[in-house]
């Protein structure tokens, strides 16, 4: 049975993709390319340029895939609150239909989605577990909760496998937004000055692409698909300052840094994760926030903007 991966040609979708390439799996992507890109699938693999929203019936006439990885989506929060109902019909829509076709034509397929840990939202004083409470800040933040909550009805409801996974801050080579490539941007383009957003002081869990890969692959073989939502993060937190610092170090480049001391609108200031329940299905992180920004710089440079 095949492996199906919407938004397979975004950023981590198309990590997804080798990794499954790697395996000798040969997913089928499904992608409408409205913020991926088809040159990040560089190995053949079937490919339907078509938006979630227009799957039917015809299309799971040759057979239901044994595993769906919904990445399909927008990641930007900044976009949700520029258009919150802009966000819900690229966030929430395609998620409620694609368990809708799930329901009538592929009910013992597992799906695993693509939610975030900002579904938590703000200023824990420790790290945010899944048993936490959940009060999402941003409309991004809101449609992937909604779309947690449409999963978790479809399994208890109607018996489907679905699983959630709550990713914190990720970065790594592809990827063209965010605060890690902004920042690798900026002194890629000037190594003298930096100016940096917000006071340097929010904190983050950053995940490389990679590990990411791993949890979802991980989660598709061992989570309980009774409509759990598991948290994903690196367990390296460091502040955004502390980011600067390693970014630069690993650039050998010493700027003077300004912080503009803004906030950004539905953003949280401190945003970690406890990873017990992912742990105890055997995952553990194999490429450090070192090794990783490194690996990242190094994509950077050779493919700049
Ligand atoms: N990158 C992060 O930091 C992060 C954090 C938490 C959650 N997520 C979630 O992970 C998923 C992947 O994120 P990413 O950073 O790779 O984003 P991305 O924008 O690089 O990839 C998303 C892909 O989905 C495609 N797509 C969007 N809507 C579609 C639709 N309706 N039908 C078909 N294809 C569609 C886009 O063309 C793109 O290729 C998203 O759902 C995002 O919300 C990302």
Same mark, same amino acid.
């Given at each position: 049975?095949?492996?199906?991966?919407?938004?397979?040609?975004?950023?981590?979708? @198309?990590? &997804? #993709?080798?990794? &499954?390439?790697?395996?000798?799996?040969?997913?089928?992507?499904?992608?409408?390319?409205?913020?991926?890109d088809?040159?990040?699938?560089?190995?053949?693999?079937?490919?339907?340029?078509?938006?979630v929203?227009?799957?039917?019936?015809?299309?799971?006439?040759?057979?239901?895939?044994? #595993?769906?990885?919904?990445?399909?989506?927008?990641?930007?929060?900044?976009?949700s609150?520029?258009g919150?109902?802009?966000?819900?019909?690229?966030?929430?829509?395609?998620?409620?239909?694609? &368990?809708?076709?799930?329901?009538?034509?592929a009910?013992?397929?597992?799906?695993?989605?693509? @939610?975030?840990?900002?579904?938590?939202?703000?200023?824990?004083?420790?790290?945010?577990?899944?048993?936490?409470?959940?009060?999402?800040? @941003?409309?991004?933040?809101?449609s992937?909760? %909604?779309?947690?909550?449409?999963?978790?009805?479809?399994?208890?409801?109607?018996?489907?496998?679905?699983?959630?996974?709550r &990713?914190?801050?990720?970065?790594? +080579? +592809?990827?063209?937004?965010? #605060?890690?490539?902004?920042?690798?941007?900026?002194?890629?383009?000037?190594?003298?000055?930096?100016?940096?957003?917000?006071?340097?002081?929010?904190?983050?869990?950053?995940s490389?692409?990679?590990?990411?890969?791993? %949890?979802?692959?991980l989660?598709?073989?061992?989570?309980?698909?009774?409509?759990?939502?598991i948290n994903?993060?690196?367990?390296?937190?460091?502040?955004?300052?502390?980011?600067?610092?390693?970014?630069?170090e690993?650039?050998? #480049?010493?700027?003077?840094?300004?912080?503009?001391?803004?906030?950004?609108?539905?953003?949280?200031?401190?945003?970690?994760?406890?990873?017990?329940?992912?742990?105890?299905?055997?995952?553990?992180p194999?490429?450090?926030?070192?090794?990783?920004?490194?690996?990242?710089?190094?994509?950077?440079?050779i493919?700049?903007?």
């Open positions: 049975m095949s492996v199906w991966i919407t938004g397979g040609a975004g950023f981590l979708g @198309s990590h &997804l #993709v080798d990794a &499954l390439l790697r395996r000798g799996e040969v997913p089928v992507v499904i992608d409408d390319l409205s913020s991926g088809a040159a990040n699938l560089r190995a053949p693999c079937p490919f339907h340029q078509r938006n929203l227009s799957l039917d019936a015809n299309f799971f006439q040759s057979g239901p895939p044994s #595993v769906i990885y919904h990445l399909a989506g927008d990641a930007l929060v900044s976009r609150v520029a919150p109902v802009a966000d819900m019909d690229r966030n929430l829509r395609p998620t409620l239909h694609l &368990l809708e076709q799930l329901r009538h034509h009910p013992n397929t597992k799906l695993i989605f693509a @939610s975030t840990g900002a579904v938590y939202g703000e200023n824990a004083e420790r790290p945010f577990a899944e048993s936490d409470g959940l009060f999402p800040i @941003s409309p991004y933040a809101v992937k909760l %909604a779309s947690e909550r449409y999963c978790f009805a479809y399994a208890r409801t109607y018996g489907l496998s679905t699983c959630s996974l &990713l914190f801050s990720v970065y790594g +080579r +592809r990827q063209r937004k965010q #605060v890690v490539y902004d920042l690798i941007r900026k002194l890629h383009a000037d190594s003298r000055q930096l100016t940096v957003f917000g006071d340097g002081t929010q904190v983050r869990d950053f490389h692409a990679a590990n990411i890969v791993d %949890a979802f692959l989660a598709a073989e061992k989570a309980p698909f009774q409509g759990e939502a994903v993060a690196g367990g390296e937190t460091v502040t955004i300052g502390e980011l600067v610092d390693l970014i630069a690993a650039m050998d #480049v010493n700027p003077s840094v300004q912080f503009t001391g803004a906030r950004r609108p539905g953003d949280s200031q401190r945003w970690i994760a406890d990873t017990a329940a992912l742990r105890s299905l055997g995952y553990s194999h490429v450090s926030l070192r090794d990783g920004l490194r690996d990242t710089i190094e994509w950077y440079r493919h700049p903007e």
